[in-house]
């Protein structure tokens, strides 16, 4: 818990690492995750250190990694998980995996590039096949019959420059979508000096590169003459088509079918060969890839590391700067010393001094990681600042359940996060990759907490799913107020609405052991009851929370040695909230405990006492709580008003006057030296160098130069902040109030307009339960809906707010910055 309290101590260490043994022990140090690596090379060049050549071969394998990857998606297989506890690997392994990898990728390369040439020939194959199978035929007009026809003329002209002429043809497939544009070019380029038959191939072909069925158009073009031959290929290439030689005789085709079908089979063997081939090169790939991923990424990690060290002036050893937490220096010792070992000569560790100021390390585990990540998404605390995460374990579920009390409502959202918590080992629910359910999954316990706390104050409202419960005996009896009131029919009759009157004897027979009384849900003014109940409960607890971030700064300025600000900042602070808020608070509760239902028509109001507590004034009509009050509130507005003052003034004059005496005795100091400079002419030149670099040292530790200006400003600022803050928090709390009551209007409305609906339905058992299912199915999905999401919702952005702006402003700067541990954890992940 101390850590928790506030950050743990870390220091400032230099590392002394042999060169033989470096990349051991930044391995080591990179299992271990314990410190966190200053860059001592800030003004070199990425591409000017020391292993940059390293780490350029490790990003090669990566890329050749990420092309393995690739393949074995390709290929629908995926990797499996890599094994736990892989070491980074030695340099000289570096050049086995990258030769093992090269090889892989160089194997793929070949059998993915054969399979491809295999597959387009095969397809090949296909088409050619299919264009000789469709049952395309020569046209009537080539073939050459012994009779005379129809068309044939009965008198050839002599000489006719076309009777030698033969039918050519063209046959090819082509996609679907290109061949009616292909025919429509055919036909006006040739100007219709050519027959074409296009048809769709019967069965579906594989493409070669994607892999997905597809259909493909066959064509034959028949034509007369060399020149519309050209122009046929010619279009026939820019419309990238298949094209494949197509003999005139059936039995040549029928041969050439069968040839085609032959050589399809031969190469299917091949093919189904090399398939098996790739298949076991991406078993070699599954097996190893997995590994050597994880290990080269440390390799990686070590590298980058040793990139931040310098070299010694021997160039026997780097020498690097690191912030680690004071409680692990002993275990940084042990390891650098087992990895150094086998080097002949230790890893050397010694704490150095530091004016920078040290980054914040707080552990956390699977509780408290969702609560340090509230107040650390509002800023990191300073180094040894005061944490307000252990409050917040209590404070933030606390206040959520003020706004979304209900027992019905909390008892599902703890029972939800209660199902987070019993599956968090198990490896589907924290491996999945939903971005929302990763979010609720993180905040379990912070869920599981703010549905208990919902449900217990659900029980001081005595509300569930909007509905009053009758645990313990009402404190209120109507019998009593019947019989001592003489409530006649006719006085039944004249009255709908009745008044009980606690001042009657046996009416009012004590306050409800816990809660609200369940007799209050049934009144007419139920709703004026909670809100002045509701209104100052979140007054009380917001001047409560205030007042405890206040003491909370009290830890911070006595572990930093601020002495002067308990008297000049929180005390005047304190007096100030309590003095105006503060007593707000006791007249409220004075107001409860000291009247009594005889009096409560009487009952003086504290709002308008409040008002005239800074009027200074009196109102005759509102009488005084206790004696003396008026001098008891004029007495404290001028305390706090004298305050503002203390505050606005006393940092800065106190830090002046801490400046000047600091000063004054430098100076003193100053001429006592060149008093003793003088009287000792003789002194060397080496005690005169001494000196300076003495004096040098002395000019680098000194405080930096003070500015009262600077200072009175900032003092300034936090004045008029507090000042006005501690009125607008205070508002600000109401909040509680008003969230609250809309959560239980809006429970009430689904209430009535839904489940009294379906309760309200008349007619027989049978129907009314068969109605009252989707009834309440409706019902169920609002609630979860509307009233868990949404008021959940709109409730934790609320509490959220409490906490960044009136409570942790109070103690809470938020102006460091995390330490960032060079660990492995990632890569293993």
């Not at 971030?549 to 308990?566: D, Y």
Request: aromatic share 10%; net charge negative; with cysteine.
């Amino acid at each position: 818990m101390g850590s928790m309290f506030r950050s743990e101590e870390v220091a400032l260490v230099q590392l002394f690492l042999p060169t033989a043994a470096a990349y051991t022990c930044v391995s080591q140090l990179g299992e271990l995750g314990l410190v966190e690596f200053r860059d001592l090379n800030a003004s070199v060049s990425a591409f000017q250190r020391r292993f940059v050549v390293d780490v350029r071969r490790c990003e090669e394998l990566e890329k050749t990694f990420t092309f393995l990857q690739e393949e074995v998606r390709r290929a629908g297989l995926t990797l499996p998980l890599p094994e736990v506890g892989l070491l980074a690997p030695p340099p000289r392994d570096l050049l086995r995996i990258q030769e093992e990898t090269d090889r892989l990728a160089q194997e793929l390369r070949d059998v993915r590039g054969n399979q491809q040439a295999l597959r387009a020939q095969w397809h090949q194959l296909q088409l050619h096949a299919a264009v000789l199978g469709q049952g395309h035929s020569p046209p009537v007009a080539a073939t050459h019959t012994d009779g005379p026809s129809e068309r044939t003329p009965l008198l050839q002209a002599p000489g006719e420059p076309h009777q030698d002429l033969r039918v050519n043809f063209v046959a090819g497939a082509v996609e679907p979508q290109k061949a009616a544009a292909l025919e429509r070019l055919l036909w006006r380029a040739c100007r219709g000096f050519l027959i074409a038959s296009f048809r769709e191939t019967e069965q579906q072909l594989e493409d070669p590169v994607t892999g997905e069925p597809a259909t493909w158009m066959t064509f034959l073009i028949s034509y007369w003459g060399g020149q519309i031959g050209q122009k046929i290929r010619k279009i026939t290439d820019c419309f990238h088509c298949h094209v494949f030689p197509f003999a005139e005789e059936e039995a040549a085709r029928h041969a050439a079918l069968q040839q085609l079908q032959q050589q399809s089979q031969e190469l299917q063997e091949v093919l189904g060969e090399t398939e098996r081939f790739l298949s076991q090169v991406l078993g070699r790939v599954r097996r190893l890839l997995p590994s050597w991923q994880v290990q080269i990424r440390k390799m990686k990690a070590v590298y980058l590391a040793l990139n931040q060290c310098s070299m010694s002036s021997t160039h026997k050893c780097l020498i690097a700067e690191a912030w680690c937490a004071t409680r692990d220096l002993p275990a940084l010792q042990q390891a650098l010393q087992d990895s150094s070992s086998e080097a002949g000569v230790s890893a050397v560790v010694h704490c150095i001094p530091c004016r920078d100021m040290p980054p914040t390390l707080i552990r956390t585990n699977r509780f408290t990681a969702s609560f340090q990540g509230i107040v650390d998404a509002y800023g990191v605390g300073r180094y040894q600042e005061v944490n307000p995460a252990p409050y917040t374990i209590i404070t933030f579920p606390f206040l959520f359940a003020v706004m979304f009390g209900d027992v019905g409502h909390g008892l599902l959202m703890f029972l939800f996060a209660l199902a987070m918590v019993l599956a968090e080992n198990q490896p589907a629910v924290k491996s999945a990759q939903n971005e929302i359910w990763r979010t609720f999954f993180g905040g379990r316990y912070l869920l599981l907490l703010m549905g208990l706390f919902s449900i217990y104050t659900g029980f001081i409202y005595n509300e569930c799913f909007s509905r009053a419960t009758a645990i313990f005996p009402s404190g209120w009896s109507v019998a009593a107020m019947a019989n001592q009131s003489g409530w006649s029919d006719a006085f039944l009759a004249q009255h709908q609405l009745l008044a009980l009157d606690p001042n009657v004897t046996g009416v009012f027979l004590g306050p409800y052991p816990f809660g609200i009384d369940p007799v209050w849900s049934l009144a007419i003014n139920h709703l004026s009851f909670l809100n002045s109940f509701k209104m100052k409960m979140s007054v009380i607890l917001g001047v409560t929370h205030m007042t405890f971030g206040v003491v909370l700064g009290v830890f911070n300025h006595v572990h930093f040695g601020q002495w002067h600000r308990l008297l000049l900042e929180t005390l005047p602070e304190l007096v100030f909230l309590l003095g105006l808020f503060g007593y707000l608070v006791f007249l409220v509760v004075y107001k409860w405990l000291c009247l009594t239902a005889a009096s409560a028509a009487t009952a003086p109001s504290i709002l308008i006492h409040f008002i005239n507590m800074f009027l200074f004034s009196r109102s005759p009509t509102n009488r005084q709580l206790f004696q003396g009050q008026e001098v008891v509130q004029s007495t404290l507005v001028v305390l706090a008003l004298a305050m503002v003052p203390v505050l606005l003034l006393g940092t800065p004059l106190f830090l002046r006057r801490k400046h000047q005496r600091h000063q004054s005795r430098r100076r003193r100091l100053l001429d006592e030296d060149k008093a003793g400079l003088l009287s000792q002419p003789d002194v060397s030149v080496a005690s005169q160098n001494s000196d300076e670099e003495k004096a040098g040292c002395l000019g680098d530790q000194e405080e930096e130069e003070f500015v009262l200006s600077e200072v009175f400003m900032h003092q300034a600022i936090h004045t008029i902040e507090f000042c006005l803050g501690c009125i607008s928090n205070t508002a600000s709390y109401l909040r509680l109030w008003a969230l609250s009551l809309a959560h239980a209007q809006l429970s009430e409305v689904l209430w009535a307009m839904v489940m009294r609906v379906g309760l309200g339905l008349g007619g027989e058992m049978g129907v009314e339960a068969v109605v009252l299912v989707p009834v309440f199915a409706a019902f169920a999905v609002m609630t979860v809906a509307i009233l868990l999401v949404m008021e959940g919702l709109s409730a934790f952005l609320h509490a959220l707010r409490l906490h960044w702006v009136e409570f942790q402003n109070k103690f809470y700067s938020g102006s460091g910055y995390k330490l960032s541990p060079f660990t492995f954890a990632v890569e293993d992940e």
